[in-house]
T-cell receptor, first 114, second 111 residues
Framework: GAGVSQSPSNKVTEKGKDVELRCDPI?????LYWYRQRLGQGLEFLIY????????KSGLPSDRFSAERTGESVSTLTIQRTQQEDSAVYLC????????????FGEGSWLTVV | EDQVTQSPEALRLQEGESSSLNCSYT??????LFWYRQDPGKGPEFLFTLYSAGEEKEKERLKATLTKKESFLHITAPKPEDSATYLCAVKYGGATNKLIFGTGTLLAVQP
């Protein structure tokens, strides 16, 4: 596609429910990233995929968070047993994968846990 | 500790009043410094990448420069549509291929 596509754009869920957030990277981009941005704060790195493997998962905040990527394309970020502190914008990004290549972001999935 | 710090946190300018935003970094083995613009409710929009000290990039009213310790984003004769949060991020030797972000500078340009 022309840009990084994320869905849903907005999600309201009840505390304790599981949510799945989807990311379609730019076609041909082998590297894919998930970031979290809480209201009024900077971007926190969550996980990085190169192809279908995840060499850096260091930013996942707890074992309630997981992500997978299949077919070197779509990625899904899953949050289990959501908590109110999980409320944030979840941003996906992609790049050609080589060091120094520009990373392009999607518009984000706004998650509100009530 | 590896760190990216942006200043000021917020900046209010009159239309046409030029200024600079600062991004200082303390990382080893810089592999790229990136500037993004973020509008409210949107994802970050790529502006520039700088790779080595002395490098400069320009786009319309924006000019980014890089030294061994910091980068500046110069805004010349800003317009209200330049109002946004400007984010700085780095890739460096110890951090795989991910970007480490500063907390941003919120720029407001008043007509």
């Amino acid at each position: 596609g022309a840009g990084v596509s994320q869905s849903p754009s907005n999600k309201v869920t009840e505390k304790g429910k599981d949510v799945e957030l989807r990311c379609d990277p730019i076609s041909g981009h082998t590297a894919l990233y998930w970031y979290r941005q809480r209201l009024g704060q900077g971007l926190e790195f969550l996980i990085y995929f190169q192809g279908n493997s995840a060499p850096d998962k260091s930013g996942l905040p707890s074992d309630r968070f997981s992500a997978e990527r299949t077919g070197e394309s779509v990625s899904t970020l899953t949050i289990q047993r959501t908590q109110q502190e999980d409320s944030a914008v979840y941003l996906c990004a992609s790049s050609l994968g080589s060091v120094g290549n520009t990373i392009y972001f999607g518009e984000g999935s706004w998650l509100t846990v009530v | 500790e590896d760190q990216v710090t942006q200043s000021p946190e917020a900046l209010r300018l009159q239309e046409g009043e030029s200024s600079s935003l600062n991004c200082s970094y303390t990382v080893s083995g810089l592999r790229g410094l990136f500037w993004y613009r973020q509008d409210p409710g949107k994802g970050p929009e790529f502006l520039f990448t700088l790779y080595s000290a002395g490098e400069e990039k320009e786009k319309e009213r924006l000019k980014a420069t890089l030294t061994k310790k910091e980068s500046f984003l110069h805004i010349t004769a800003p317009k209200p549509e330049d109002s946004a949060t400007y984010l700085c991020a780095v890739k460096y030797g110890g951090a795989t291929n991910k970007l480490i972000f500063g907390t941003g500078t919120l720029l407001a340009v008043q007509p």
